[in-house]
């Protein structure tokens, strides 16, 4: 039964013209069976969405561009809406940081019985390639915040290199409300509460070799503290 599993590839894109279409050819050169691409484009202005095109008419990609609703967030939320019945779930950025080469190994422990399983920079053999110390320190300092706050035992909570089983996502999806990056920990935390079976696997993390980061790490820290606190208040309740 496993053999006719579907799967699907979530990526938000913005302004990804130098790296999508290499992207897209690496998963497709790993020849996965049953597997869907789903890009959620916010009304790029740099030519992927004309990259998006052509790509869709060589692979098996939907692409979706949203002009009035902008977010990595609810960019995922989105395209996690339109994957929800697919049997295996994953979700990685668009800028080359995540290795397409984990995707079979992710893949294989969720068909193993696994709700949800993170692609791991803390963990034994994960790593990070080209960062800046001050990144380390800051990607180090909140996941600590994150375990602190919400109790995970996760090494590496702000990962978005992720695989889910369908039945969780189905659980979960609705229970959404975070429209930034903050989303990450939020659909951790529900899948903790929705008792999940969760395993880290070590990956390679390498920083976007062309164009620019999307995130803003202070406004992205507070947005997320924030998250973190309604989710504590609300689990008391």
Same mark, same amino acid.
């Given at each position: 039964m496993n053999e006719y599993m579907k799967s699907v590839i979530v990526i938000p894109t913005y302004n990804e013209a130098g790296n999508i279409r290499v992207l897209i050819q690496r998963?497709? /050169?790993?020849?996965?069976k049953n597997l869907k691409i789903i890009i959620i484009d916010d009304d790029s202005s740099d030519g992927t969405k004309e990259i998006l095109k052509n790509l869709s008419k060589q692979y098996t990609l939907?692409?979706?561009?949203?002009?009035?609703?902008?977010?990595?967030?609810?960019?995922?939320?989105?395209?996690?809406?339109k994957a929800k019945n697919y049997d295996i779930i994953i979700t990685m950025d668009a800028d080359l940081s995540h290795n397409p080469k984990e995707i079979?190994?992710?893949?294989?422990?969720?068909?193993?019985?696994?709700?949800?399983i993170i692609g791991s920079r803390y963990v034994h053999g994960g790593k990070t390639i080209n960062w800046p110390?001050?990144?380390?320190?800051? /990607?180090?300092?909140?996941?600590?915040?994150?375990?602190a706050m919400i109790l995970t035992g996760i090494r590496d909570n702000t990962s978005g290199y992720r695989a889910y089983s369908g039945k969780l996502m189905r659980t979960i999806v609705s229970d959404i409300n975070s429209e930034g990056y903050s989303i990450l920990e939020e659909m951790l935390f529900l899948a903790l509460k929705n008792?999940?079976?969760i395993a880290e696997i070590p990956i390679e993390?390498?920083?976007?070799?062309?164009?620019? /980061?999307?995130?803003?790490?202070l406004k992205e820290f507070f947005n997320l503290a924030r998250t973190l606190l309604k989710i504590r208040l609300g689990s008391k309740k």
């Open positions: 998963i497709m /050169s790993l020849h996965i939907s692409y979706f561009i949203r002009k009035t609703k902008r977010g990595y967030g609810s960019a995922l939320k989105f395209g996690l809406e079979p190994q992710m893949m294989r422990k969720i068909k193993l019985g696994y709700d949800l110390i001050l990144r380390k320190i800051t /990607s180090r300092a909140t996941n600590l915040f994150v375990r008792k999940a079976r993390f390498d920083n976007r070799k062309e164009g620019e /980061s999307k995130a803003r790490m």
